[in-house]
């Protein structure tokens, strides 16, 4: 099961799709993750038989058992990609084989049904050609895609699950973030991820663990919340839900290193390619946050952003936490190096500047 022709999906119209007019207002400003296409793609595994039964079908509510082991053991995984409009009307994806390969590496740390490539990327397709015309216009808009994958097999024991549902929605959406830097809570009191647990798993665990906080931040007038690693709460890891990267006097970009504790982000990856090609000295080291603090006193810092697929690249204007507030650069997000990366990497997502790297996949 390696070739797309194996996974023919089975397209179910949908019997009431939302009306031309009604979807024109609701993509005239979607916002994030609130608005969803008419469709979804669905497929079914059971031990034995494998994957079968592709189908784009109406998005509707999924009928589970209350007994599912998703709903016990948590036993489930997703990805987050995007589709966008591209400058000459056609549609594109940015790198969807990278979602498709960590989507396998999340499934087997959990312990789930391996999803074949060409699998994820039939459905993800088959899904954007049928409501491709719910792609929004404009400058920061795109359709974002979640595939995900779920346990569903009735029965309360503590055991991989012998049957999942792989489903692929699909929202319209704006900006994650309303414009300018965002201001980060640097959490001493919560950990995301610890060695050997499931930080490099896109499962939403993770993100559970996570809310508390998050919540802490909104508290402390914080737009996110940053982690620090979970046997010193010394060293900067990650973010909420994206990686995180600095940039110092010298013009070197660094970020903290993989290794199991840290999502391996897709948008992170692209990062580190553009910023060597511009000729930028980039480092994956560890980098504590006293360490954080002092440069960004002394000048050292000049800049910090965060990345991942919704709200791509982001400045930090500034960290608050219990050892008090430091201003990184301007504070204000007029920060040289990250519009760079982002422009250049925005401009190639949307097929407004060449792609010497094959990330940019064409739909139709």
């Not at 990856?269 to 980039?282: E, M, P, Y």
Request: one cysteine or more.
């Amino acid at each position: 099961m390696d070739s797309a022709d194996q996974f023919r999906f089975t397209h179910i119209p949908h019997p009431a799709p939302v009306s031309v007019a009604q979807r024109t207002e609701l993509l005239a400003n979607p916002g994030f993750g609130r608005v969803f296409t008419d469709h979804m793609a669905v497929v079914r595994y059971k031990e034995g038989q494998g994957w079968h039964n592709p189908t784009i079908e109406a998005r509707a509510p999924i009928a589970l058992d209350p007994a599912a082991a998703v709903l016990h053991y948590a036993q489930e995984i997703f990805e987050g990609m995007k589709a966008y409009r591209a400058a000459d009307g056609g549609v594109v994806m940015f790198r969807p084989d990278a979602n498709a390969r960590r989507f396998r590496q999340s499934a087997e740390r959990m312990a789930m049904a391996d999803v074949p490539e060409a699998l994820f990327l039939e459905a993800v397709r088959e899904l954007v050609k049928v409501d491709r015309d719910w792609i929004p216009s404009g400058e920061s808009a795109s359709l974002y895609l979640r595939p995900f994958m779920i346990a569903n097999e009735a029965f309360l024991g503590v055991k991989p699950s012998s049957e999942y549902l792989f489903i692929v929605i699909a929202s319209p959406v704006g900006a994650y973030f309303s414009g300018g830097a965002v201001s980060v809570w640097v959490s001493e009191d919560y950990t995301r991820a610890a060695p050997g647990g499931t930080g490099a798993a896109k499962c939403g665990g993770n993100y559970a663990a996570s809310l508390q906080a998050q919540r802490e931040a909104k508290d402390k007038k914080c737009d996110q919340v940053l982690f620090l690693d979970a046997a010193e709460h010394r060293w900067i890891e990650e973010m909420g839900g994206m990686n995180i990267f600095f940039v110092m006097d010298d013009g070197t970009l660094a970020t903290p290193p993989l290794g199991g504790t840290i999502l391996p982000g897709i948008t992170r990856d692209a990062l580190l390619t553009l910023a060597r090609d511009k000729g930028l000295t980039v480092r994956e080291e560890r980098y504590s946050i006293d360490q954080c603090y002092e440069d960004a006193a002394s000048g050292r810092l000049k800049e910090a952003f965060a990345c991942g697929t919704a709200a791509v690249v982001t400045s930090i204007g500034r960290f608050r936490g219990h050892r008090g507030e430091i201003v990184i650069g301007a504070g204000n997000g007029a920060d040289p190096v990250t519009e760079g990366l982002r422009d250049a990497l925005i401009g190639i997502q949307r097929g407004q500047r060449p792609d010497p790297y094959g990330w940019v996949q064409r739909v139709d």
